[in-house]
């Protein structure tokens, strides 16, 4: 047998089975969020648009900075919000890979096509959604906040293996 599974011989770490179901039920939760977000009909999603705008409108003003919450606009919060939850995604999807294998960066595609496959259904589940359209243009932008998130993950783990490996050392 391959010393990449584990055989009934052998037992998984607690902690290793932990970051699975924690990683896992981050991940489904955050699919679920973003399905649920498509699902929603086209006024309950245009309130809740606005209910962010205003809150960052609000936030740039505070900070000093009112000509740029002037500009903030509907159609920016709601291309942030796609591009922030495939980040999201594809951050959770990269985790998940690396506690399922230890060859984690050889395997990016499948995290990359999980994010596509999801934006795809995502853009799907609009059509059928009441005042809603697809568009494709949001699956391109989705896909890159997956891609985003992916190299942000692998940079966290880089940084987090340069850490554990000078801690070991010293």
């Given at each position: 047998?391959s010393g990449?599974?584990?055989s009934?011989?052998?037992r998984?770490?607690?902690?290793?089975?932990a970051?699975?179901?924690i990683?896992?039920?981050?991940?489904i939760?955050?699919?679920?969020?973003?399905?649920?977000?498509?699902?929603?009909?086209?006024s309950?999603?245009?309130?809740?648009s606005?209910r962010?705008?205003?809150l960052?409108?609000?936030?740039?003003?505070?900070?000093?900075?009112p000509?740029?919450a002037?500009?903030?606009?509907?159609?920016?919060?709601?291309?942030?919000?796609?591009?922030?939850?495939?980040?999201?995604?594809?951050?959770?999807?990269?985790l998940?890979?690396?506690?399922?294998t230890?060859?984690y960066?050889?395997?990016?595609?499948?995290?990359?096509?999980?994010?596509?496959?999801t934006a795809?259904?995502?853009?799907?589940?609009?059509?059928?959604?009441?005042?809603r359209?697809?568009?494709?243009?949001?699956v391109?932008?989705?896909?890159a906040?997956?891609?985003?998130?992916i190299?942000?993950a692998?940079v966290l783990?880089?940084?987090?293996?340069?850490?554990?490996n000078h801690?070991?050392?010293?």
């Open positions: 047998m990449e599974y584990n009934s011989a052998q998984t770490s607690p902690w290793v089975t970051g699975r179901v990683f896992t039920l981050a991940l939760g955050c699919i679920a969020f973003i399905f649920s977000n498509s699902m929603k009909i086209a309950v999603s245009t309130v809740s606005s962010v705008l205003t960052l409108q609000a936030a740039l003003r505070r900070l000093g900075h000509a740029l002037q500009r903030l606009t509907d159609h920016i919060v709601r291309k942030l919000a796609h591009f922030c939850e495939y980040m999201l995604e594809g951050f959770l999807l990269m998940c890979m690396r506690v399922y230890r060859q960066v050889w395997h990016i595609s499948v995290p990359m096509l999980g994010g596509v496959l795809l259904t995502d853009e799907t589940i609009q059509i059928f959604s009441p005042g359209s697809s568009q494709v243009t949001d391109w932008l989705d896909s906040g997956v891609l985003a998130g190299l942000t692998l783990m880089a940084l987090c293996r340069l850490l554990f801690r070991n050392k010293e």
